[in-house]
């Protein structure tokens, strides 16, 4: 099951794949799972029969998700009432309203990390029967793959799958354009190699700008992205449940990547933005006030952008640039983004499906992609839907990841601590991946 994604603390990014996780690790992943199994019995939803309730957590997708239900109740004469509880207080809100037996009809399915909870609680359907047909048929394989649990999950999910999602996100780098020309750099023209990179990096620092950038909270994402130059899926895969130690050479190669970046000193401020809003801190540098030339983000990003700086259109994205000693073919972080869970124990469970269904069916996910915009799950949406800025990543958007498994919270958050202190010079590769394969086995 996939990491997703990208904080939004603020507004959306892909990796929320990735940031609501600090949450659940403060909280603790096993006592929020005995909290919410324990009041996980009986039923009850916010809404009543005549409505389709929506706790929304995405405020860079609410206009379109706002027009869609319009829209569908003109078509149907259903009722959606959408719940706009923002990111920063979603996860808040869930766990409140399912320790109250009060959860609406539906809700945003987030990364499986801050999922799990709720889905072995039985607060989410399994969709796995319904996707078999024609719906399912219309995903991009990767978008299932990577939104299922599978046999033995580290979560102790039951295997299934519990979410439909009308996004493909992927993490990449963004960069300014206006910076990249000002120096003599193609901003159209992805760097065929990391060494490359990190010497546009050195042009820009030299130009008085912010070279490069991202948030701890993502700090998993780059390395993970960064980690397929040496080691397949399989290989991931089998680090992430155990079966692999950290500590070997592809993880220290990866890990390694970390300390090339600090010692060029193209790290912007020369450490990482850390805490609830550390990724929209990166983002308002890169968005609104411009001033880092390059982040490490999720494709949610141009949402953002499209939100909070509606007149800053002049960039480019890429993916994170390949390793010159690379083993294999570097493959994107991604899989699934925005996207929703249905409450079985609604009385509306039925209809809630029902427009869960028309919500990522191909018309209506050529409406996102023009309102938000992002990259659709379904495979019959034209790739003329997608921005310019999004090109570069969505040209590999084919080359994704497929690992059935997530880093365990533990570790994850050794990884992120691990990170900073590299770029702090407070621990050694070595040293890190130590740390990890400490975190794994007392998971």
Known sequence: MRRDHTAEAVSPTAATFLSRRGFLGALGGGL?????AACGSGGGSTGSSSEIV????????????????????????????????GPADFLTKLQSSSQSRNLPDMY???????????????????????????????????????????????????????????ETPALGVFVNAAMYQAVGLDPDKSPASMSEFIDQMRKIKKSGKGPFWFATSLSNQVIQSYASN????????ATFVGENSWKSEGWR?????????????????????????????????????????????????????????????DFRSFPLPKADD??????????A?????????SKNAAKALKFLQWLTAPDQQQAWAKGVPLIPSARAVSEKTIPEQLTGIAAKISDLQLVQNQILEQVNTALQKGTQ?????????DQVLGDLDAAQKSA
């Open 108 to 166: 945003s399915a987030m990364d499986g990390h801050s999922m799990a909870p709720y889905y072995k609680a039985g607060w989410a359907m399994d969709l796995s029967d319904e996707m078999k047909g024609s719906w399912g048929d219309s995903f991009r394989p990767a978008t299932l793959k990577t939104t299922s649990f599978g046999k033995d999950n580290p979560q102790h999910v039951k295997p299934g799958v519990y979410s439909a999602h009308w």
């Open 421 to 429: 202190a590299l770029v702090l010079k407070e621990r050694t590769v």
């Open 54 to 85: 929506f706790m929304n957590q995405s405020r860079g997708q609410a206009a379109t998700l706002k027009a869609l239900a319009k829209q569908y109740t003109k078509q149907t004469g259903v009722k959606i009432r959408i719940d706009d509880v």
């Open 337 to 345: 983004a925005k996207g929703a869970a249905v409450n079985p124990r």
């Open 230 to 237: 040496y080691m397949s899926d399989e290989e991931l895969n």
């Open 326 to 335: 690379g083993t294999q073919t570097p493959r994107l972080v991604g899989g």
């Open 253 to 313: 190669k990866t890990l390694q990547l970390v300390v090339d970046l600090r010692d060029a000193g193209v790290i912007a401020t020369g450490s990482l933005p850390s805490g609830n809003t550390d990724n929209p801190t990166v983002e308002k540098a890169f968005f609104n006030t411009q001033g880092v030339a390059a982040i490490f983000d999720g494709t949610s990003a141009v949402g953002v952008a499209r939100a909070t700086a509606p007149d800053f259109t």
């Open 32 to 36: 929020a799972a005995t909290t919410l």
